[in-house]
T-cell receptor, first 114, second 116 residues
Framework: DAGVTQSPTHLIKTRGQQVTLRCSPKSGHDTVSWYQQALGQGPQFIFQYYEEEERQRGNFPDRFSGHQFPNYSSELNVNALLLGDSALYLC?????????????FGQGTRLTVV | AQTVTQSQPEMSVQEAETVTLSCTYDTSENNYYLFWYKQPPSRQMILVIRQEAYKQQNATENRFSVNFQKAAKSFSLKISDSQLGDTAMYFCAFTLNTGTASKLTFGTGTRLQVTL
């Protein structure tokens, strides 16, 4: 079992560009959540996907959008990148039936906006 | 809204010693879960220990144990017999028991350094 995998591991983008980050959940998991972790901070919840729909959303602007595919993998899209979007983006997966046991995290994508 | 506060940005402990990391939280809800996550330099968050708010008994996982004080809204982590591999960022996190997967609210973390 590969666990939660995220790609790419590192990314450098220019201000104003758009970026897509990808996440494959742990085998058997059907719920994917995305978090933004700025340097020196704790992760902040962006949104969660279940059954291909956004179920919960944190306090992030509409520039942040996502998608979940039938195989439960997910994408995070950020439009009109700002310097402040530079952060580690973490994906976490869990099962709806056993959601309160543990959320498994990927190793994250380090996004740098220049 | 729920908040989680970790007031110790950095801690240091010698190998084989015991260290306690502090965490307080604020919520008006009564049914929730609390977690401690470890984030080593590899960046991957790893669950250390989990506590259900309606259980009075403190959770224990090998060398890791918590002191859960619900009335005081305090949730500290004790690491016994510290090992070099325990060096990492430690995050306290909170989630409501909504019956479905819910967001985790994290504190700002405590950087733990285990020294020889």
């Amino acid at each position: 079992d590969a666990g939660v995998t995220q790609s790419p591991t590192h990314l450098i983008k220019t201000r104003g560009q758009q970026v897509t980050l990808r996440c494959s959940p742990k085998s058997g998991h059907d719920t994917v959540s995305w978090y933004q972790q700025a340097l020196g901070q704790g992760p902040q919840f962006i949104f969660q996907y279940y059954e291909e729909e956004e179920r919960q959303r944190g306090n992030f602007p509409d520039r942040f959008s996502g998608h979940q595919f039938p195989n439960y993998s997910s994408e995070l899209n950020v439009n009109a990148l700002l310097l402040g979007d530079s952060a580690l983006y973490l994906c976490a997966s869990s099962t709806e039936s056993d959601w309160n046991t543990e959320a498994f995290f990927g190793q994250g994508t380090r996004l740098t906006v220049v | 809204a729920q908040t989680v506060t970790q007031s110790q940005p950095e801690m240091s402990v010698q190998e084989a010693e015991t260290v306690t990391l502090s965490c307080t939280y604020d919520t008006s809800e009564n049914n929730y879960y609390l977690f401690w996550y470890k984030q080593p330099p590899s960046r991957q968050m790893i669950l250390v220990i989990r506590q259900e708010a309606y259980k009075q008994q403190n959770a224990t996982e090998n060398r890791f144990s918590v002191n859960f004080q619900k009335a005081a809204k305090s949730f500290s982590l004790k690491i016994s017999d510290s090992q070099l591999g325990d060096t990492a960022m430690y995050f306290c996190a909170f989630t409501l028991n909504t019956g479905t997967a819910s967001k985790l609210t994290f504190g700002t973390g405590t950087r733990l350094q285990v020294t020889l």
